[in-house]
């Protein structure tokens, strides 16, 4: 069974920086894409940023793109996310996901994160 572990949340200042981490157990990442996701109060979990197997290919919703940074560690089974010059819209609840056969099939519980302006 697929668990996905977040950490690295917290609270922060606006410009400031984190360092989410995914580790996962139970199946090996390096076969499957990977992405962040985020959930803010009182909206829709929306798409953050995802990395495919190979790892040659990111993508970013435009609101991060320039801030944040995917990447994975096929070795520790670990995703990342680096978070730059964080704004107070970028508070949310932020979920790590395993991309199955043709969706997101497995998620983490979540790590909060918090922008203080």
């Known amino acids: 069974q697929v668990q996905l572990v977040e950490s690295g949340g917290g609270l922060v200042q606006a410009g400031g920086s984190l360092r989410l981490s995914c580790a996962a157990s139970?199946?090996?990442?390096?076969?499957?894409?990977m992405g962040w996701f985020r959930q803010a109060p009182g909206k829709e979990r929306e798409f953050v940023a995802t990395?495919?197997?190979?790892?040659?290919?990111?993508s970013y919703a435009d609101s991060v793109k320039g801030r944040f940074t995917i990447s994975r560690d096929n070795a520790k089974n670990t995703v990342y996310l680096q978070m730059n010059s964080l704004k107070p819209e970028d508070t949310a609840v932020y979920y790590c996901?395993?991309?199955?056969?043709?969706?997101?099939?497995?998620w983490g519980q979540g790590t909060q994160v918090t922008v203080s302006s």
């Open positions: 996901a395993m991309r199955g056969s043709s969706d997101f099939n497995y």
């Open positions: 990395i495919i197997w190979t790892s040659r290919s990111t």
């Open positions: 139970g199946r090996s990442i390096s076969s499957y894409t």
